[in-house]
C-alpha cells in the first residue's frame, strides 16, 4: 500500500517537535501546523541544532528530511528554517 491508500495519518506539530529534538538533536523547535484546518497535512518549522554547523542550507534540510523521512510520506507541504544556535541568538536579538 502506497502513502495515500488506506488510513489517513495525521501529525501533530508536537509528534514533529519530540522527533527532531530526539534524533537530531535539536535545542530549539518550533512548529505549526499551516492545513487549512489543522489537519496535519502542513507544517512550518523552526529548527536550532548544533548539528548544523558547518554545514550548507541544502545538507542542513537533508538531515531534517531524513529524520522525519516516515511523516514526509504522508505531509503534504514541510517548510523548514534551520538555524545553528549562533546563528537564531542573532535573529533574536535583531
Do not use: W
Amino acid at each position: 500500500m502506497s502513502a495515500g491508500e488506506g488510513a489517513v495519518t495525521t501529525h501533530t506539530p508536537e509528534h514533529l517537535e519530540e522527533k527532531l529534538r530526539a534524533d537530531l538533536p535539536a535545542s530549539f523547535v518550533k512548529i505549526v501546523d499551516t492545513s487549512a484546518n489543522r489537519c496535519g497535512s502542513a507544517f512550518e518549522a523552526v529548527i536550532v541544532s548544533e548539528v548544523f554547523i558547518g554545514k550548507a542550507l541544502l545538507a542542513r534540510h537533508r538531515l531534517v528530511n531524513k529524520t522525519l523521512a516516515s511523516e514526509l510520506e504522508t505531509i503534504h507541504a514541510f517548510s523548514q528554517k534551520t538555524l545553528t544556535p549562533e546563528e537564531y541568538e542573532k535573529q533574536q536579538a535583531a
